[in-house]
């Protein structure tokens, strides 16, 4: 049996607080923490408060609380760059635009949980192409929207693919120091990081 997060979102602009059980709860905390090889079933179970066998009738092992929360961020994650991008309209700039704000405010609002990406290598080869799977989602996303620009004549990019992995791991790496009491709300990260992204696919208007 396994305890699945709720999800959803009336804005893709807005993130409420995470409503987990208690199992993912601690576990996000714990793993963002420690890290998933420094935190122990019997550690996690302690925090919960509940024996390591109760732990393990929701979740098979460490690894499956693991992985159900890689997969609930991503799946969320692509939910709203797709909302996002639907916002834009016609207008392919606007569509990337927002599809890079997506992407900022939930490595700002969801830092911990987008940190957990890292954790993949500890995963087992099953558990990590499935994942990659789904991640290389959002990668198709990104690629059709800087396509899309480049045959408006609103981008100018030689290697698109290439264009958007760089993109795309330099947006994932805002996870890994952000931190929501520092100086910069993550509106104003988004603001700064869409002119940077723009700039990385040649943005320039047609008239």
């Known amino acids: ?30 793993f963002s923490e420690n890290g998933f090889h420094g935190t122990t079933v ?23 609380v693991l992985v159900t929360l ?14 996002a991008v639907a916002d834009g309209g016609a207008d392919p ?23 957990l990406d890292s954790e993949l290598r500890h995963v087992s080869f099953e ?5 990659a799977a789904t991640r290389k989602r959002l990668e198709l996303i990104m ?6 620009g480049t045959e408006a004549g609103v981008f100018d990019v030689d290697d698109a693919e290439e264009t958007v992995r760089a993109m795309l791991g330099m947006l994932q790496s805002i996870a890994r120091w952000y931190q929501i009491d520092g100086p910069l709300t993550p509106a104003q ?12 696919v040649g943005y320039h208007t047609t008239n």
Request: without cysteine.
């Open 1 to 30: 049996m396994t305890a699945q997060p709720e999800t959803g979102f009336t804005d893709w602009r807005v993130f409420e607080p995470l409503r987990y059980d208690p199992i993912l709860e601690h576990a996000l905390e714990a």
């Open 42 to 64: 019997r550690d996690l179970a302690r925090r919960v408060g509940v024996t390591v066998p109760a732990l393990y009738y929701h979740h098979e092992n460490k690894e499956a």
């Open 70 to 83: 890689l997969d609930a961020a991503v799946l969320d994650l692509i939910d709203r760059v797709l909302a």
């Open 93 to 115: 700039a606007a569509r990337f635009a927002n599809a890079v704000e997506a992407i900022v405010l939930n490595m700002t609002y969801r830092a911990k949980r987008s940190g």
């Open 127 to 131: 558990n990590r192409r499935t994942y």
């Open 143 to 148: 690629l059709d929207l800087v396509r899309d």
């Open 189 to 200: 990260v988004a603001d700064r990081y869409i002119v940077i992204a723009l700039r990385i």
